[in-house]
């Protein structure tokens, strides 16, 4: 198998790139692409050190098992298939499901740290950095974490403040210049992010047929 065109797409919490990522994965057929994330080769929070407020720090590169990340990529470019567990944000009531990441021309990498990781950043083809207004990135972060993951306002407000945005400054705002395309997403309209992602995925498939 050929090595696949490898496209990196990064993004701060609450700039919706989940929105964003499925729909830019749904203008290809699924046989052309396939997607690997970051977010399920989180190391397991019973393996970590409580700070004093008793939360985890999620938003740090070594909470993620980078060596198996960076070695399931490589099994995708030797035309290997991967079975991963997914990651559930550590909710019990959730039963996790086994993915098959089967390999494709096209594979997109997701994830925070994906530019700092060095080895990961060097496999990148084209880099994606997806970003909003940080007020409108909050209110998207507490809508989902208070009405969808039930957790707790003060919490939430906590990791902002103390983990999320530092994460962001340290680790993935640095590469913004790098990247090829920069998104500016503080819209909640799905049309005008549709839109948007079918041109972007016209404009790639004009690059690939190139290639």
């Not at 409580?50 to 990340?69: C, G, Q």
């Not at 809508?143 to 403040?161: F, N, P, T």
């Not at 404009?203 to 047929?209: A, F, G």
Request: charged content about 30%; hydrophobic content about 35%; aromatic content about 12%.
């Amino acid at each position: 198998m050929e090595k696949p065109y490898v496209i990196g797409i990064a993004g701060s919490s609450g700039s919706g790139k989940t929105f964003f990522l499925n729909s830019f994965l749904n203008h290809f057929d699924q046989k052309d692409v396939t997607l690997i994330s970051q977010d399920d080769y989180y190391i397991p929070a019973n393996t970590k050190t409580r700070e004093e407020n008793r939360l985890y720090n999620f938003d740090l590169p070594t909470a993620i098992d980078r060596a198996s990340f960076y070695n399931d990529i490589n099994e995708l470019f030797e035309g290997k298939s991967i079975l991963k567990e997914e990651y559930l944000f550590n909710n019990p009531n959730a039963k996790p499901r086994m993915l098959k990441i089967e390999p494709a021309p096209i594979l997109v990498v997701e994830g925070l740290f994906i530019f700092h990781y060095e080895e990961v950043n060097k496999l990148l083809d084209y880099r994606i950095f997806i970003d909003a207004n940080e007020e409108i990135a909050l209110r998207r972060r507490l809508k989902r974490d208070l009405e969808e993951r039930g957790y707790d306002h003060d919490d939430v407000m906590y990791k902002w403040i103390n983990h999320v945005m530092p994460s962001f400054q340290s680790y993935l705002f640095p590469h913004k210049e790098e990247c090829n395309l920069v998104i500016h997403n503080n819209t909640d309209d799905p049309e005008v992010i549709n839109n948007y992602t079918r041109d972007i995925v016209n404009e790639l498939k004009v690059k690939l047929s190139g290639l």
